[in-house]
């Protein structure tokens, strides 16, 4: 079964930087649009990025501008550049399928604080 492993979170001042990687422990091709959600604390998991297998991207308006997602099939990675991060963005980041037939085990996540 496939394992998604999420890495690159921190403690981050507002308007700092993180990159995240969500690396697959198989091949996912470019079969599977891909998703980056994040989970605030009291708060449901939210969708605020996506791609496809082709490399087009959509964005929740909270992250628009801001967040940037890739993907590396070669390497079964899937990337999330955030820029000019907030407070509110302060969450535990998970990626997986966006398609919920296509959904594989939740990952750890990686937690980003943000915070002066």
């Known amino acids: 079964q496939v394992q998604l492993v999420e890495s690159g979170g921190g403690l981050v001042q507002p308007g700092g930087s993180l990159r995240l990687s969500c690396a697959a422990s198989r091949s996912i091709g470019s079969f599977y649009t891909m998703g980056w959600y994040r989970q605030a604390p009291g708060k449901q998991r939210e969708l605020v990025a996506s791609i496809t297998g082709a490399g087009s991207t959509n964005y929740a308006d909270s992250v628009t501008g801001r967040f940037t997602m890739s993907r590396d099939n070669a390497k079964n990675t899937v990337y999330l550049q955030m820029d000019s991060l907030k407070p509110e963005d302060t969450a535990v980041y998970y990626c997986?399928?966006?398609?919920?037939?296509?959904?594989?085990?939740w990952g750890q996540g990686t937690q980003v604080t943000v915070s002066s």
């Open positions: 997986n399928a966006v398609a919920t037939f296509q959904r594989m085990p």
